[in-house]
């Protein structure tokens, strides 16, 4: 079956750096990855995703790549608020299988 | 509008009971998932339901789990003899369609927080 990994495991930054968190998967027959921003106490909300007939999407302050040869895809954030502190999840998953895998989170820490 | 709402927001619980865990998903969602998540980690994939069959049921750890979507709509999850390695919380989330072919996007409910003493 699909295995997600994650790192970095917790990520401290400054407000107004960038953060980058990185992925790498193992079933190259996955092709769409969500990411996910978990708050504590809430359930995951889906920031952005991407399928795997694109290399790279934005959305405002957010932007995450794929590269399917190596099968990694990363989350970037720029300009990061202390609001963005949370833990993100990115998740793969394949048209042939609903579910997703999820890697084990990363603790996102923006310090004012 | 409304998302997916369960219920209860967290469950104390005596280690051998039973307990039952409801998840109502965005209306008109097709697909319905149940995950659990351990503290510090992501989380992991119980029970698909596509409709109001099972239509993946591989992530259940053992017989004592079980989920039920009689009407297509509401889903419980039920877990017999609790045992303290059952302490989790427990997601669902739902999507449009989820059939195989489709990536649609999962909506994720706050969860309940199930705690087995």
């Known amino acids: 079956g699909e295995n997600v990994e994650q790192h970095p495991s917790t990520l401290s930054v400054q407000e107004g750096d960038s953060a980058v968190i990185k992925c790498t998967y193992s079933?190259?027959?996955?092709?769409?990855f969500p990411w996910y921003k978990q708050e504590l106490g809430k359930g995951p909300q889906l920031i952005i995703d991407?399928?795997?007939?694109?290399g790279e999407k934005k959305d405002q302050r957010i932007a995450v790549t794929l590269n399917k040869t190596a099968k990694h895809f990363s989350l970037h954030i720029t300009e990061t608020q202390p609001e963005d502190s949370a833990v993100y999840f990115c998740?793969?998953?394949?048209?042939?299988?609903?579910?997703?895998?999820f890697g084990k989170g990363t603790m996102l820490l923006v310090s004012p | 509008g409304a998302g997916v709402s369960q219920t209860p927001s967290n469950k104390v619980t005596e280690k051998g009971k039973y307990v039952e865990l409801r998840c109502d998903p965005i209306?008109?969602?097709?697909?319905l998932y149940w995950y659990r998540q351990s503290l510090g980690q992501g989380p992991e994939f119980l029970i698909y339901?596509?409709?109001?069959?099972?239509?993946?049921d591989s992530g259940l750890p053992n017989d004592r789990f079980f989920a039920v979507r009689p009407e297509g709509s509401v889903s419980t999850l039920k877990i017999q003899r609790t045992e303290r390695g059952d302490s989790a919380v427990y997601l669902c989330?739902?999507?449009?369609?989820?059939?195989?072919?489709?990536?649609?996007?999962?909506?994720f409910g706050p969860g309940t927080r199930l705690t087995v003493l």
């Open positions: 339901f596509q409709g109001t069959g099972a239509a993946d």
């Open positions: 998740a793969a998953t394949h048209s042939g299988y609903s579910t997703l895998t």
């Open positions: 079933d190259s027959a996955s092709n769409y």
């Open positions: 209306s008109g969602h097709t697909a």
């Open positions: 991407i399928r795997s007939n694109v």
């Open positions: 989330a739902s999507s449009l369609w989820g059939t195989s072919g489709t990536l649609d996007t999962q909506y």
